[in-house]
């Protein structure tokens, strides 16, 4: 089973202070920071551009995990790459060349990710799985857009068929995850845990990244 790790999503950060905000993570002892990007088409909501990981990948030295909920993520891969992600994870349901998008990714040194929404089959990425087109697999447990929504516990199913299907892949789960659910969704095989609201809303976020990690690890 792939190293457990907890990624802090700076989506629930204080816009204020994003790069305090970024600090603060690595600071917790946070594994990886998660960045959203939205472009208002994929999804209802407009977020974060490559300028932003720039500046996360200015101020802390943990890896920059870049979510990419943009339509056409093939057009972005370069100013991505070039900002200082580290992983990327394009959609399966975005509109571009999943084979050639992410073998861009690998080719020039950077981990390759795929995500699924809340109802999008496993059976849909199989083939970046028995191809070895990723490293990491992202699995939505809420509808992407918004920071703040309530875990969708169903998905654990589809985390049981990818874990089974590939057991050298790093699952990330998405939405919701606290320190509760963060125990159901280790038990289904993920690895990788998101969490925005409920850690940027701690005053000891380092403890809460200890207990989360300490609980997904039981
Ligand atoms: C949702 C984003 C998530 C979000 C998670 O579209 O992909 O990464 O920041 O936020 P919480 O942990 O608050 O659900
Ligand atoms: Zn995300």
Redesign the pocket.
């Known amino acids: 089973m792939p190293e457990i790790q907890i990624m802090p999503?700076i989506?629930?950060a204080d816009f204020g202070h994003l790069a305090a905000g970024c600090r603060r993570a690595e600071e917790a002892g946070a594994d990886q920071v998660?960045v959203?990007v939205?472009d208002g088409v994929f999804?209802p909501?407009i977020s974060f551009g490559p300028d932003v990981v720039k500046m996360a990948a200015a101020n802390v030295s943990i890896p920059r995990n870049v979510?990419l909920?943009v339509k056409k993520p093939q057009d972005h891969i370069n100013a991505f790459v070039a900002a200082g992600s580290d992983t990327i994870q394009i959609h399966i349901e975005s509109v571009c060349n999943i084979e050639k998008t992410l073998t861009a990714i690998r080719e020039v040194g950077k981990r390759p990710a795929i995500t699924l929404n809340p109802e999008t089959p496993a059976h849909a990425i199989f083939q970046c799985l028995d191809n070895r087109w990723v490293d990491e697999v992202l699995v939505?447990s809420?509808?992407?857009?918004?920071?703040?929504?309530k875990?969708l516990g169903y998905v654990e199913e589809k985390v049981v068929e990818i874990r089974r299907r590939a057991d050298w892949v790093d699952i990330a789960i998405?939405?919701?995850?606290?320190g509760e659910t963060v125990v159901p969704a280790a038990a289904a095989g993920c690895n990788l845990f998101?969490?925005?609201?409920?850690?940027y809303k701690q005053d000891d976020m380092a403890a809460a990244v200890a207990d989360m990690r300490e609980k997904a690890a039981a």
Do not use: K, R, T
């Open positions: 999503s989506l629930a998660h959203d939205m999804v909501n979510h909920m939505m809420v509808h992407p857009g918004f920071g703040g929504q875990y998405d939405g919701g995850i606290d998101v969490a925005g609201s409920y850690l």
